[in-house]
């Protein structure tokens, strides 16, 4: 019989993490730029006992273990007291993208089935019309303080964050649980039809919160001032507010203040040396700081991530500023990370054209999480930098199945089961670097946002002189892609392309409307009738955009 062994096994709980971060690390600073525009200035000490009052407060609202505390909430202090004192007390913090349609959002919180729903005072107006819809939310929160609650609103019984926290004592011992306890559910649109909900457990969340923290990971330590510009309802800021919190170091939050100018006052402020988002929102800050002949004193260096980082964007803030970038690849669905690109000591010595190459491509895994590349029938690839197959991981933080939907996504390779399919397609060199090189699932990513082809399509086919529609990706120097809408007409039917772009309006979010609109005499199928949209993206890949 195998020998046990004679270790202490408390489960890895969310909790433990802010528990360090206090006694360890109370006095260090957590900064929030917020939505009233004031600068507010905390600790890791008051935010763990805010967090412990939250739990407290959510309670006495009557919430009990595995219920939805719902945000709609920028990066800042309040949103980190609700991820812990709601995760904490075993409860399940559900972050919303607000910048999704009403309709998605309505459908998401009911799909969570969300019991508290906290949000900033940006988001008012859209709680108020959409607060009827939410079927089984009890009790809306604005997250802030009695000073700035309006005078009257649309939402009955409106209850102010800031006034439930402090009617509580904050003396709360953090409950002991099940690491395999949900602790939070993000939605993606990555997906074919409605967005789905990973579930992340306590356990999958510390462990990536370590693993994050790694030297060849994010690379964190206590002596760094981190600033996520990813939003936290963006798979968690990248696992950030829990990794600054294992390694206990002062965390800086935009809140909605995402220009370029207030980005800029807020890292040279704050003293910020490491910080994370997508592409896009770098082209703000680099075009500010350019235009007005600005260098960062303390900044080195940066994730990228959420999309393909563009070669030249890496090269500005590398030549240009000495920011170090880290092109890193995952998904809502891995917690999200899965690789970085960080050079080995023998890749330190080639020259350095091929160094750049290797930090251009998505890099290597972090322990924790495994990947492969396989043909379409399940077969793995070679890692040979050439061969180029259907990208599927497994590992600690990787979900197993979505919320609501009983089915396994999961594959077999080589006749293993346990993989997850990711919808990518990429290379993977000897060194193990992985490299994106196209994407079998059909959405599009505009400015690290999803964007569904399906809702597009539906929409134009609701049009009487649409015939067939498809909604495909097209290059963006801004947006990295843009839906473009390819239509066939009603024999006989006229419309133009000013009269279809039109018929979006009201009837999806601004910025998910198709950019352009080309007419086709018909669309190619396959012989089950499916529509051939790879062949449709080659042939239009290139489509000059108006807005480009
Ligand atoms: P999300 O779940 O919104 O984080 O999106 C995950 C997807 O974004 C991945 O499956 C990729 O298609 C894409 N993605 C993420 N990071 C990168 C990257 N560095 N390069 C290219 N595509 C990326």
């Known amino acids: 019989m195998a020998l046990m062994g004679r270790m202490m096994s408390d489960p890895l709980l969310i909790s433990s993490l802010l528990k360090h971060a206090e006694r360890h690390s109370g006095e260090t600073e957590i900064v929030s730029k917020r939505v009233e525009g004031d600068l507010h200035r905390s600790n890791w000490r008051e935010v763990a006992r805010r967090s412990r009052q939250a739990a407290q407060a959510f309670a006495r609202l009557g919430c009990e273990p595995g219920d939805r505390v719902a945000t709609l909430a920028w990066n800042g202090h309040r949103h980190m007291e609700i991820y812990y004192g709601s995760s904490g007390s075993a409860l399940v913090c559900h972050t919303i993208n607000p910048r999704l349609f009403p309709e998605q959002i309505v459908w998401i919180a009911n799909d969570a089935q969300d019991r508290v729903l906290c949000f900033d005072a940006t988001f008012l ?8 819809l939410l079927k089984t939310v009890k009790h809306f929160v604005l997250m802030t303080s009695r000073a700035h609650m309006p005078a009257s609103t649309g939402i009955p019984g409106l209850l102010c964050f800031d006034d439930l926290l402090d009617a509580e004592t904050g003396n709360y011992v953090w409950p002991q649980f099940d690491e395999n306890t ?10 074919t039809g409605n967005p789905k909900g990973a579930v992340y457990s306590h356990r999958s969340t510390v462990l990536h919160a370590y693993a994050a923290a790694l030297p060849d990971a994010m690379d964190c330590s206590s002596r760094d001032v981190i600033l996520p510009v990813v939003p936290m309802f963006h798979v968690n800021a990248w696992g950030l507010p829990y990794s600054a919190a294992i390694v206990g170091c002062k965390f800086v939050l935009p809140g909605p203040h995402l220009d370029g100018k207030s980005l800029f006052e807020l890292f040279e402020g704050e003293k910020v040396s490491f910080s994370a988002g997508v592409p896009t929102v770098w082209l703000g800050l680099l075009n500010y700081v350019k235009a007005n002949n600005l260098k960062f004193s303390t900044f080195k260096r940066t994730v990228i991530g959420g999309s393909a980082c563009p070669p030249a964007m890496m090269k500005s803030l590398q030549e240009d500023f000495g920011i170090e970038v880290i092109h890193a690849w995952g998904m809502t669905e891995m917690s999200p990370l899965g690789t970085l690109s960080k050079l080995t000591t023998r890749q330190l010595g080639l020259p350095h054209e091929q160094q750049q190459r290797l930090l251009e491509k998505q890099g290597r895994v972090i322990y924790g999480v495994d990947m492969a590349i396989i043909d379409d029938d399940g077969r793995s690839l070679p890692w040979d930098g050439v061969s180029s197959g259907n990208l599927v991981v497994r ?3 990787v979900i197993a199945r979505y919320f609501n939907h009983d089915e396994s996504p999961l594959i077999s390779v080589d006749g293993e ?7 990518d397609v990429a290379t993977i060199d000897a060194d193990g670097f992985m490299q994106i090189t196209d994407r079998s699932k059909d959405v599009i990513k505009s400015g ?25 990706a ?18 006989d039917a006229t419309v133009t392309r000013e009269e279809l772009l039109a018929f979006y309006d009201g009837r999806i979010a601004k910025w998910q409307i198709p950019d352009d609109v080309v007419f086709v005499a018909e669309i190619p199928h396959t012989a089950t009738g499916k529509m051939q949209k790879l062949k449709l993206r080659d042939q239009f890949l290139s489509h000059k955009l108006p807005t480009a």
């Open 125 to 132: 107006p859209l709680v108020e019309k959409i607060a009827p």
């Open 182 to 191: 949900a602790s939070s559910i993000c939605y993606t649109s990555g997906t």
């Open 395 to 397: 590992g600690h933080w």
């Open 417 to 423: 089961p346990g993989w997850f399919p990711t919808g």
């Open 448 to 472: 690290g946002e999803w964007i569904s082809s399906i809702d597009l399509e539906n929409i134009a086919m609701a049009h009487p002189a649409v015939h067939e529609a498809a909604v495909i």
């Open 474 to 491: 097209a290059r963006h120097p801004k947006w990295d892609e843009r839906p473009l809408l390819v239509v066939v007409k009603k024999p």
